[in-house]
């Protein structure tokens, strides 16, 4: 849907270039350029969210199937933690050792 979206903002731009005929072959050269380079940037960045959240949701379901799942040096389990779905933060259980800490699943592995 992103690389629609940029094709149209691409095509609206260059309507909009040829009517601004005040600019010449070389500005209009360097606006497109500045414009390609943003749209590329924006993808690049949407596809590493997507790669990102794709890690962590991966996380969540291994904890999920009573995993044990790595979080630096901390191992995270079923026994010690439980699993915040709103914010995806591992939360240490009442009476154990680790009550209250509190581990983002996005920092595990």
Known sequence: ??????????????LALHHFTELTHSEKISVITIILSIIAIAIMFNEYNKEQNVKMLDVVKRFNQNKTVKCGAVDVNNSD???SVGTYTFIGKENTPLY????????CE
């Open 100 to 107: 209250g800490e509190m581990i983002s699943a996005s920092d």
């Open 1 to 14: 849907m992103t690389y629609i979206f940029g094709l149209i903002i691409l095509g609206l731009l260059f």
């Open 81 to 83: 933690y439980t699993l």
